[in-house]
């Protein structure tokens, strides 16, 4: 099995279509298309990145190997964050980081000591996201337009999910799913932005 398909199956795993992965790494789903055809590697830091949003090594992505070594370094390398609550996640800056009743998961990506998870409730966030994916959110990476945040909106304790959208003289936050309304709430005085998602768990469909 060469680059592509290690490529193409660790995105599988993940549960991540080639649009998606593309975006989280920053580059054309043009680009994940020809790897996985083509079998051409990325250069410079794109392979880093593919290795952390896809939860596997650097190494196994190149040359293969053991998938259970990769499997093993990448464990080691995990850190354990609490699963909280969207009302937790609204009150995150004063709770932080400790919940001691709080169920732990192991995030696949490097994050902060602050990094918390939320599992997806609604639809949304749909069909990029479904109900029972677990998000991993970091408040200590700075959003920018078109990045995935948890935020607070008129003061609510109750966070919400949604997608940060930079326009000309204003922010909002857009839900992806085209049939949900209201689907833009503009981001004024009232609201901030608790983190960033930097990685999605999916659940497989039979355990739903």
């Known amino acids: 099995m060469g680059f592509a398909e290690r490529l193409a199956e660790a995105r599988q795993v993940a549960g991540l279509s080639q649009s998606e992965l593309a975006r ?6 043009q680009s994940v298309q020809q790897w996985e055809q083509s079998g ?5 830091h794109r392979m ?3 290795a952390a949003v896809l939860g596997v090594t650097r190494e196994w992505l190149l040359v293969g190997g053991s998938p259970a070594e990769s499997v093993r370094e990448m464990t080691r ?21 400790e919940i001691p009743d709080a169920k732990r998961v192991s995030c696949p990506v490097p994050c902060s000591d602050s990094t918390f998870a939320l599992e ?4 949304s966030m749909c069909p ?12 200590e990476v700075v959003a920018q337009s078109g990045d995935d945040v948890v935020a607070v909106v008129d003061s609510h304790s109750e966070a919400t999910f949604k997608r940060l959208v930079a326009e000309p003289g204003s ?5 992806i799913n085209p049939e949900w309304q209201p689907r833009y709430l503009e981001i004024d005085a009232p609201c901030s932005i608790v983190a960033t998602v930097i990685y999605v768990g999916r659940v497989p469909r039979s355990r739903r």
């Open 48 to 50: 880093k990145d593919l």
């Open 77 to 97: 390398n995990m850190r354990e964050v609490p699963l909280v609550n969207y009302v937790q996640a609204g009150q995150w800056s004063e709770i932080a980081p």
């Open 40 to 44: 051409t590697t990325p250069r410079g």
């Open 120 to 123: 997806v409730v609604g639809e």
């Open 171 to 175: 922010l909002r936050l857009k839900a």
């Open 128 to 139: 990029e996201y479904l109900p029972g994916d677990v998000v991993f959110c970091d408040p």
């Open 24 to 29: 989280r790494i920053g580059v054309r789903p």
